[in-house]
């Protein structure tokens, strides 16, 4: 089991703005426990400290629930991975419909595992590559990506699956964070560093149509 304790795991996040609750702390818990599981037999996670995997995982990730004021809506998560930022946001909130897509099958099984442990009613793990999608009826509030890179493919997919006011949320490196808040076709808003980090930035654009 996790070893940190919920006033530790609260200071953890603290800096990111986010206030943990006792329904968060118990999934961190849960996730973290399958994830250590996991971790011994698939790559998922070079963090494996539970303060780390609380301040860099879900610290990072909830960053944008007050920084890009990810709240209500249908959300897709782009190479989901081991579920950050994704995953971390669905547990957070259980009235955001988050899609996780990874096209690696163990990461895809990781994820079903996860939010099975986690009774996660708000959650769908799809096995794919983001090209092989079709757009569903409802357009998605939210598009978000942790370190994903194919930054000119996440931009134009992006643009076809989000509603006309969605967000395009990403996870970055202070290079990439430059070159993409000049691509044409979006209105950006300004990079925000994310705190406890010198390096990594969050962008967040929405698509001009």
Avoid: C
């Avoid at 579920?83 to 909130?93: E, K, R, S, V």
């Amino acid at each position: 089991m996790i070893s940190i304790s919920q006033d530790q795991a609260a200071d953890a996040l603290r800096p990111y703005g986010v206030v943990l609750d006792t329904h968060l702390y118990k999934n961190i818990v849960i996730y973290t426990s399958v994830l250590t599981q996991w971790n011994q037999k698939i790559s998922l996670t070079t963090i494996t400290e539970p303060s780390e995997i609380v301040k860099f995982h879900f610290g990072e990730s909830l960053f944008a629930v007050s920084a890009a004021n990810i709240q209500d809506g249908r959300l897709a998560d782009v190479g989901s991975g081991a579920g950050f930022p994704g995953l971390a946001l669905a547990m957070a909130n259980p009235r955001l419909e988050v899609t996780l897509i990874d096209s690696n099958a163990k990461k895809a099984a990781f994820l079903s595992e996860a939010t099975r442990k986690m009774g996660l009613k708000n959650v769908k793990v799809t096995r794919s590559r983001m090209e092989e999608l079709s757009p569903g009826p409802s357009a998605f509030d939210f598009v978000t990506s942790r370190a994903f890179g194919q930054f000119d493919e996440l931009l134009a997919w992006s643009k076809s699956f989000l509603s006309d006011r969605g967000k395009l949320v990403l996870w970055l490196g202070h290079t990439d964070a430059k070159a993409i808040g000049h691509e044409g076709g979006w209105d950006w808003q300004r990079t925000l560093r994310i705190p406890n980090s010198e390096q990594r930035y969050l962008l967040v654009g929405i698509p001009r149509k």
